[in-house]
Nanobody, 122 residues
Framework: HVQLVESGGGSVQSGGSLRLSCQASGYTTRLPVMGWFRQAPGQERERVAYIYTSGGSTFYGDSVKGRFTISQDNAKKTVYLQMNNLEPEDTAMYYC????????????????WGQGTQVTVS
């Protein structure tokens, strides 16, 4: 039973930084791709970033390029999202996601979701 547990959300002023963590458990084989989505009230879930856990290749959404960095610690089965220069538009619930797709991590191919962690930027 795979579980993804997020932490690190909170409230920050515009221009500030936060680091989200997502620890995975309950699996014996590596999850090929892990990433982050976010959803603001009344809006569609948006893909933020993802990483291929084997090779380390990364993808970023246009709205966060240059500000957010996704990374991983395979030994800890943890994926991080470092968020710098945060803007009010980044306010959302952030969800960790993992899947088995070899291609882009889209919401329809996510196999496991975390419970979400709130990020509020004022």
């Amino acid at each position: 039973h795979v579980q993804l547990v997020e932490s690190g959300g909170g409230s920050v002023q515009s221009g500030g930084s936060l680091r989200l963590s997502c620890q995975a458990s309950g699996y014996t084989t590596r999850l090929p791709v892990m990433g982050w989505f976010r959803q603001a009230p009344g809006q569609e879930r948006e893909r933020v970033a993802y990483i291929y856990t084997s090779g380390g290749s990364t993808f970023y959404g246009d709205s966060v390029k240059g500000r957010f960095t996704i990374s991983q610690d395979n030994a800890k089965k943890t994926v991080y999202l470092q968020m710098n220069n945060l803007e009010p538009e980044d306010t959302a619930m952030y969800y960790c996601a993992a899947g088995y797709a070899s291609g882009p991590l889209v919401a329809s191919l996510v196999a496991y979701w975390g419970q979400g962690t709130q990020v509020t930027v004022s």
